[in-house]
Structure formats: C-alpha cells, structure tokens
C-alpha cells in the first residue's frame, strides 16, 4: 500500500529555522512535492525532488533521500506569513499520475 | 489569469438532493482532478481524469461520479448526498506531461450535508 507521514503540528518561532520531515513507503517513485496551505484555502506549490539532494528555492529547501524513502521542507527565516498547513505528496509512477497525499503538518509560527 | 473555478464555494443541502459542483480551468490542461480534505484525514482523490472522455476512480469515489465531455470542465456530481460526504471539496489540473508537473487547485467548495 501507499504510506507518507509527517509529523501533525510543529510550533516555531519567528525568524527561527524550521524543518519538516516526510517518510514515504509507496510502491514505485516518480517525484516528491511539496504543497503550502494556509486554513480554509486551496494548496499551492512549493517545490518538487526527483533525484537525491537539496533544492533551494527562496526561504524554502527541499531535500530527497530515495534510498531512504525521506524528504525534508526547511524553512528559513520564518515569518508569521508561514503559518500553515505543509503537505508532503508522492508521485508514484511515471506519466502525470495522481499524487498520493501525506495528512499535512499544521505549523504555527510565535513571535 | 490562468486559474481553476469552482462552483459553489458553499453548500448547505439535504439528504439524497442530487447536487453538482461545477470546475472549470482556462490553462488548456489535460489533466484533472477530485480531492476531499478531512480534518485528520488529509486529501484524498476521489476521481481524476487524464483526458477528454477519459476518468478513472481515486482512492475514495464511493457515492460520487463525474464526467469530462469538454477540455475545460470536470464537473463533481453527487446522485444522493450524505452527510458522511460533508467535507471541503477541492479540484485540480495540470498539463500532461511526465516528472514535476504541478497542480493547481481551484479555491475549493465546503460542502455541509444534513
């Protein structure tokens, strides 16, 4: 079967360093995503890994391990603005297939 | 503005009142999709489509169909509303292609059933 987990909440604090991990155990592997969701509204992009390694994007990074079915979102220089709901998701074959969907990590940024 | 509609953005119905939900995308995209969002439950796929005349079930399609006659449009159709089927309802599309393609998701439509 498919499995991605993160962690449920996070709490951190503004203009602090952030990182949210994923774990993924799905039959094949054709992508990592990343989405941002702030309550009430639709997700929106952030990044996307298909090879091992860190790709930088602004304040955000993300990084890919296949071998180890793991990915990470960090998170630099956090603003309140970052408060929301980071979705982990896996394509799991090639072709523009369906993404599989981790429930979220809700972080909420404190002054 | 490239962007994906969604029509209504709020629902209160009834039990069993056949009801549809309408979506819409301007970005010429093949690909489109259903999702569900449930607190503790995540998204979950209940149908996408890969083309004109083309749709296959997700991971939850119990007590939903839809139908792709035209590019643009992916409407949701509920034949006999629940109240199980209370949820945020969000649609998708995305271009065809292989690798990093991302979706864009409509604004979303919070659907209450009684």
């Known amino acids: 079967g498919q499995n991605i987990d993160q962690p449920t909440e996070m709490t951190a604090t503004e203009g602090a360093i952030v990182q949210i991990n994923c774990t993924y155990q799905t039959s094949g592997f054709n992508g990592l995503f990343w989405y941002q969701q702030h309550a009430g509204e639709a997700p929106t992009f952030l990044s996307y890994n298909v090879l091992d390694g860190l790709e930088e994007k602004g304040r955000f990074s993300s990084f890919l391990s296949r071998s180890k079915g793991y990915s990470y979102l960090l998170l630099k220089e956090l603003q309140m603005k970052d408060s929301a709901s980071y979705l982990c998701?896996?394509?799991?074959?090639?072709?523009?297939?369906?993404?599989?969907f981790g429930k979220g990590t809700r972080l909420s940024v404190i002054a | 503005e490239a962007q994906v509609t969604q029509n209504p953005r709020y629902l209160i119905t009834v039990t069993g009142k056949k009801l549809t939900v309408t979506c819409s995308q301007n970005?010429?995209?093949?690909?489109m999709s259903w999702y569900r969002q449930d607190p503790g439950l995540g998204l979950r796929q209940i149908y996408y489509?890969?083309?004109?005349?083309?749709?296959d079930k997700g991971d939850v399609p119990e007590g939903y169909k839809v139908s792709r006659k035209e590019k643009r449009n992916f409407p949701l159709i509920l034949e006999s509303p629940s109240p199980n089927q209370t949820s945020l309802y969000f649609c998708?599309?995305?271009?065809?292609?292989?690798?990093?393609?991302?979706?864009?998701f409509g604004p979303g439509t919070r659907l209450t059933v009684t």
């Open positions: 489509s890969m083309n004109v005349e083309v749709t």
């Open positions: 998701a896996v394509r799991d074959r090639t072709g523009n297939t369906p993404l599989v």
């Open positions: 998708a599309s995305s271009a065809h292609d292989s690798g990093g393609v991302e979706q864009y």
């Open positions: 970005m010429n995209h093949e690909y």
